[in-house]
């Protein structure tokens, strides 16, 4: 059953290990071999969607960083204005709704204190509706929001999140041609991104093959003690959420820059005692992302690059490339996370700490 371990050491592995699975559930019953049954959110999603002109979204930790991706998406697929921002700044501050704005909340408990104080606090700002993406049935969120899409991953049990995540990006990505139908993208955009979401299962698991290479690259991780992760535009949220898995489970002081901020004070701290981690899919951002690691080559930073063959970035003194497989544009968020999670998991067991309850963390945060 979902709640023992099998064959895996810790549950946080064979969660990873679920993940193509993961996608599949997630899409299940929602997708054509080209469309999106938008049936499948459910009666009242229709009318909610007509009148929504603008996007808040609201969420914590490794929630929080779907919403970012989802941002991207939303404003370059749907055209429409999309802010995210954690749960416990917007709940305690004055904010004021878009007209027409829709009110996303993404947790994988649903229980999350500030994220429902949050929910709770818009019913009075004048949203149109609530929207929560949700992998609880039955949870706060879902019970308190006008709709949910429910991200079916299955009981999440380590502490730092990993099929919920990806399974959160999967849900937001239907939910963005949801959108992105009412304003303006065309069936044959659609038709592309259900056939890439539909082919992704199959890519996660060979990123998920690469594990032994990873596990050789954690090696380079496990005395260090502070570390960088780069990524421009959706990728930079990836990057993010690679530093928050880290943080967590191995204690190492990981942090992510957008690459284009280097320069304004990153930069300082590069040395040949700081890994450098970066993803680097071939997009339209590469070669601007290509600068920024000469620059921090420049100044002997130690570069561990995600990178497909596109990419063209080669191994060579003080560069390590992971190749990965090729994959279009927009799964990049989904597939890149991969490889960073089981980085993330082979330093903390090289470390010994206790990857499914880290010190300190808890697996919903339901009280403030
Ligand atoms: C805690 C967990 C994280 C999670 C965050 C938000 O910090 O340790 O893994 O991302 O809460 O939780 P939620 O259930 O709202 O997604």
Same mark, same amino acid.
């Given at each position: 059953?979902?709640?023992?371990?099998?064959?895996?050491?810790?549950?946080?592995?064979?969660?990873?290990?679920?993940?193509?699975?993961?996608?599949?559930?997630?899409?299940?019953?929602?997708?054509?071999?080209?469309?999106?049954?938008?049936?499948?959110?459910?009666?009242?999603?229709?009318?909610?969607?007509?009148?929504?002109?603008?996007?808040?979204?609201?969420?914590?930790?490794?929630?929080?960083?779907?919403?970012? &991706?989802?941002?991207?998406? $939303?404003?370059? /697929?749907?055209?429409? =204005?999309?802010? %995210? #921002?954690? @749960?416990?700044?917007?709940?305690?501050?004055?904010?004021?709704?878009?007209?027409?704005?829709?009110?996303?909340?993404?947790?994988?408990?649903?229980?999350?204190?500030?994220?429902?104080?949050?929910?709770?606090?818009?019913?009075?700002?004048?949203?149109?509706?609530?929207?929560?993406?949700?992998?609880?049935?039955?949870?706060?969120?879902?019970?308190?929001?006008?709709?949910?899409?429910?991200?079916?991953?299955?009981?999440?049990?380590?502490?730092?999140?990993?099929?919920?995540?990806?399974?959160?990006?999967?849900?937001?990505?239907?939910?963005?041609?949801?959108?992105?139908?009412?304003?303006?993208?065309?069936?044959? &955009?659609?038709?592309?991104? $259900?056939?890439? /979401?539909?082919?992704? =299962?199959?890519? %996660? #698991?060979? @990123?998920?093959?690469?594990?032994?290479?990873?596990?050789?690259?954690?090696?380079?991780?496990?005395?260090?003690?502070?570390?960088?992760?780069?990524?421009?535009?959706?990728?930079?949220?990836?990057?993010?959420?690679?530093?928050?898995?880290?943080?967590?489970?191995?204690?190492?002081?990981?942090?992510?820059?957008?690459?284009?901020?280097?320069?304004?004070?990153?930069?300082?701290?590069?040395?040949?005692?700081?890994?450098?981690?970066?993803?680097?899919?071939?997009?339209?951002?590469?070669?601007?992302?290509?600068?920024?690691?000469?620059?921090?080559?420049?100044?002997?930073?130690?570069?561990?690059?995600?990178?497909?063959?596109?990419?063209?970035?080669?191994?060579?003194?003080?560069?390590?490339?992971?190749?990965?497989?090729?994959?279009?544009?927009?799964?990049?968020?989904?597939?890149?996370?991969?490889?960073?999670?089981?980085?993330?998991?082979?330093?903390?067991?090289?470390?010994?700490?206790?990857?499914?309850?880290?010190?300190?963390?808890?697996?919903?945060?339901?009280?403030?």
């Amino acid at each position: 059953g979902t709640a023992d371990k099998g064959e895996f050491r810790h549950y946080m592995m064979k969660e990873i290990y679920e993940q193509p699975d993961v996608i599949r559930q997630c899409l299940e019953g929602r997708v054509s071999e080209t469309r999106l049954l938008e049936q499948a959110f459910g009666v009242k999603a229709k009318e909610v969607l007509d009148q929504t002109q603008a996007i808040q979204i609201i969420a914590c930790g490794t929630s929080y960083h779907a919403g970012m &991706v989802a941002k991207y998406w $939303i404003e370059s /697929l749907a055209g429409i =204005p999309c802010q %995210v #921002e954690v @749960a416990s700044e917007y709940r305690y501050r004055k904010t004021v709704a878009l007209p027409n704005s829709l009110f996303i909340t993404i947790s994988q408990s649903g229980e999350t204190a500030d994220t429902l104080a949050a929910l709770r606090k818009a019913k009075d700002l004048g949203f149109t509706a609530s929207l929560t993406v949700c992998n609880v049935p039955g949870s706060s969120l879902v019970r308190e929001s006008d709709l949910a899409i429910m991200t079916n991953a299955g009981p999440e049990i380590g502490v730092a999140s990993t099929k919920a995540f990806t399974s959160q990006l999967t849900a937001l990505m239907l939910l963005t041609i949801a959108l992105g139908r009412r304003h303006g993208m065309v069936d044959q &955009v659609e038709e592309e991104i $259900i056939k890439d /979401l539909v082919k992704l =299962p199959e890519l %996660v #698991e060979k @990123a998920i093959a690469l594990d032994d290479k990873i596990e050789k690259m954690s090696q380079a991780f496990a005395e260090k003690h502070n570390s960088l992760f780069l990524g421009r535009g959706a990728m930079f949220p990836i990057a993010l959420e690679g530093s928050l898995k880290l943080k967590e489970i191995s204690y190492i002081h990981a942090e992510a820059y957008p690459a284009g901020e280097l320069k304004h004070g990153p930069l300082a701290l590069v040395d040949k005692d700081m890994p450098i981690v970066t993803v680097a899919p071939h997009n339209d951002l590469l070669d601007k992302l290509k600068s920024n690691l000469e620059e921090v080559r420049a100044r002997g930073g130690e570069l561990f690059v995600f990178a497909d063959e596109k990419s063209k970035v080669k191994d060579a003194d003080g560069l390590t490339v992971l190749n990965m497989p090729s994959c279009s544009d927009l799964m990049e968020p989904i597939l890149y996370i991969i490889p960073l999670q089981l980085l993330s998991y082979h330093v903390a067991v090289l470390k010994g700490t206790d990857v499914d309850q880290p010190r300190n963390l808890a697996k919903s945060v339901t009280v403030e």
